[in-house]
């Protein structure tokens, strides 16, 4: 299935294949493709650039889609490295986590950090935080495999 063009945020790169890949989702996603492009909200004269997750219904594509600029793709990308490299260790923790002390992390990015923490505010944080850790070791094999990817691709630019 092709990815439309004549949608306002204009696909420059694209993966046309994702469902085949989407996880555990694979083969029966109806996010059929991902997109790097100029942003459905650029305004005349500024021009960004935006990653892009095109779901198809069946019978037509989703106002589910979600575009994401190309920075907090990165972001995201962060998050979950860093979310999975806390939960290789959370074990020590009788909750999975530090009641006292819910920052996992700050990541210094832009001249101040990303605050990654457990969301005590959630009134069920003890049994999500499980269904989470649970969740992310079933998908282990599935994230390490991305995780090699991109560290041998960030050694092949020097990063």
Known sequence: MRIPTTLKHKPVIVSENYENIDGRK???TDA???SLGLAQWNERGKVDISAKVWRYTGEKWSRQSEELPMHRVLDLAILILRSSA????AY????LYDPEEAT??????QGDAMEVAVCTDNPMIDEDIKLFAQALNEDGELLG??????SRLLKDMGY
């Open 104 to 109: 996992i992390d700050r990541v210094g990015v």
């Open 145 to 150: 495999e991305r995780f090699r990817i991109l």
């Open 86 to 89: 806390y939960f290789s260790e």
């Open 26 to 28: 694979a083969y029966s």
């Open 92 to 95: 020590r923790y009788p909750k």
């Open 32 to 34: 059929k493709g991902l």
